[in-house]
């Protein structure tokens, strides 16, 4: 059974720090776009960044200059560098795989949660 399971997610005052990861027991793990999505309470999941297996990096315009995408295939992983958090970053992130070329296979993680508070 394919997992996704992330981790790093914290309390963090605003203008701080953190690092998610998410590692995956995909097989060919290199062909899988992955994205980051996040849900705040009370929202709607949306798309943060994503890291095709092939391609440019995305960034939604709110986190654009201040979050970091980076995937390393040799260990399933993918990353999310966070940094000059604000409170509206608060939600739980979730990791999602889906396959480049069979878009059947996607996955989603169990989510970390990032607090962003004073």
């Known amino acids: 059974q394919v997992q996704l399971v992330e981790s790093g997610g914290d309390l963090v005052q605003p203008g701080g720090s953190l690092k998610l990861s998410c590692t995956g027991s995909?097989?060919?793990?290199?062909?899988?776009?992955m994205g980051w999505y996040r849900q705040s309470p009370g929202g709607q999941r949306e798309l943060v960044a994503s890291?095709?297996?092939?391609?440019?990096?995305m960034y939604t315009e709110s986190v654009r200059g201040r979050f970091t995408i980076s995937r390393d295939n040799a260990k399933n992983t993918v990353f999310l560098q966070m940094n000059n958090l604000k409170p509206a970053d608060t939600a739980v992130y979730f990791c999602?795989?889906?396959?480049?070329?069979?878009?059947?296979?996607?996955?989603w993680g169990q989510g970390t949660r990032v607090t962003v508070s004073s």
């Open positions: 999602h795989a889906t396959h480049a070329s069979e878009g059947y296979l996607n996955y």
């Open positions: 890291i095709p297996s092939v391609g440019a990096v």
């Open positions: 995909l097989i060919n793990f290199r062909d899988y776009n």
